[in-house]
């Protein structure tokens, strides 16, 4: 099994910056791709950012693209997201979560562990 517990959540102006983090514990060698997921209340889960433990490969969702970067800590087993020019339409519960197998998805049904998310709220 996979523990993942993500932190830096909080309130934030429009324009402001967050940076989130997420830590991995466990079994984090049978994982290959580390991705944050964002929710929105009545939304369903929106594909954020992803990267791999190996390698300098990243993806990103269209509306964070040029915002947001996602970076890792093989030595800490963390993963970090941070956001920059946030908007009032960023505002969702954040979630960590890895894959097993090394390709890159953004369906959130691909990723078999989970964070319990941190809230961000961006005030206009």
């Known amino acids: 099994q996979v523990q993942l517990v993500e932190s830096g959540g909080g309130l934030v102006q429009a324009g402001g910056s967050l940076r989130l983090s997420c830590a991995a514990s466990?079994?984090?060698?049978?994982?290959?791709?580390m991705g944050w997921f964002r929710q929105a209340p009545g939304k369903e889960r929106e594909f954020v950012a992803a990267?791999?433990?190996?390698?300098?490969?990243?993806h990103y969702g269209d509306s964070v693209k040029g915002r947001f970067t996602i970076s890792r800590d093989n030595a800490k087993n963390t993963v970090s997201l941070q956001m920059n020019s946030l908007k009032t339409e960023d505002t969702a519960v954040y979630y960590c979560?890895?894959?097993?197998?090394?390709?890159?998805?953004?369906?959130?049904?691909?990723?078999?562990?989970w964070g319990q998310g941190t809230q961000v709220t961006v005030s206009s």
């Open positions: 979560a890895a894959r097993r197998l090394p390709f890159y998805r953004l369906d959130a049904h691909d990723y078999e562990y």
């Open positions: 466990g079994r984090t060698f049978s994982t290959y791709v």
């Open positions: 990267t791999k433990w190996s390698g300098d490969s990243t």
